[in-house]
């Protein structure tokens, strides 16, 4: 899982709660990712940024807000907003200089819905 | 629009046999390929990539993948396979001339190798 940590690996969320998913790297990577991961439908984009103090929505950005103050980390809230929020959530991050775009991927936070 | 096909859910074959996991691709430019692997409750471990040159790319634990630009495939290959082997695997592609740098991912191929 290379330099990109993400804590904490499980979390439990009542509904109606907000709740932030925190990811780490040291690897000075300049563009981190956001994905969600459900059985049999891959990973789907959240959010990205490409540089400090910048971020894109991605194709299923709707109920979900980042920051990315520091270079370091890339947090995602999951709000109330998000309907179905249960699923597995994964951070990534790449060079931006890196065109062919390698990214490096943390171990995950399983966030579940009570 | 760009997008990447794993037509399998799963696919099984016994220790020792080869495999083939298959991969088809569609975008508007010329492809950035790349095979990434994922354990359970883990993330994803990136395996090889096609970027030019050789169609045949050679990666970590003994696969390869076979860029094919007439089919548009990628297909990634082992020669033998070990229960280790045994995960979700994941084909992922980027447009050369999409600036946003996205990579979009394929729906995972589950692998089972039977003892």
Request: hydrophobic share 30%; net charge positive.
């Amino acid at each position: 899982d290379g330099g990109i940590t993400q804590s904490p690996k499980y979390l439990f969320r009542k509904e109606g709660q907000n709740v932030t998913l925190s990811c780490e790297q040291n690897l000075n990577h300049d563009a981190m990712y956001w994905y969600r991961q459900d059985p049999g439908q891959g990973l789907r984009l959240i959010y990205y940024s490409q540089i400090v103090n910048d971020f894109q929505k991605g194709d299923i950005a709707e109920g979900y807000s980042v920051s990315r103050e520091k270079k370091e980390s890339f947090p995602l809230t999951v709000t109330s907003a998000q309907k179905n929020p249960t699923a597995f959530y994964l951070c990534a991050s790449s060079l931006r200089t890196d065109q062919y775009n390698e990214q490096f991927f943390g171990p995950g936070t399983r966030l579940t819905v009570l | 629009a760009q997008s990447v096909a794993q037509p399998e859910d799963q696919v099984n074959v016994a220790e020792g046999n080869p495999l083939t996991v298959k991969c088809t691709y569609s975008v508007s430019g010329n492809p950035y390929l790349f095979w990434y692997v994922q354990y359970p409750n883990r993330g994803l471990q990136f395996l090889l990539k096609y970027i030019t040159g050789d169609n045949l790319v050679k990666g970590s634990y003994g696969f390869e993948a076979e860029f094919n630009k007439s089919q548009t495939s990628f297909h990634l290959k082992k020669p033998s396979a070990l229960v280790s082997d045994s995960a979700l695997y994941f084909c992922a592609v980027r447009d050369r001339m999409d600036s946003s740098y996205k990579l979009i991912f394929g729906s995972g191929t589950r692998l089972l190798v039977r003892p």
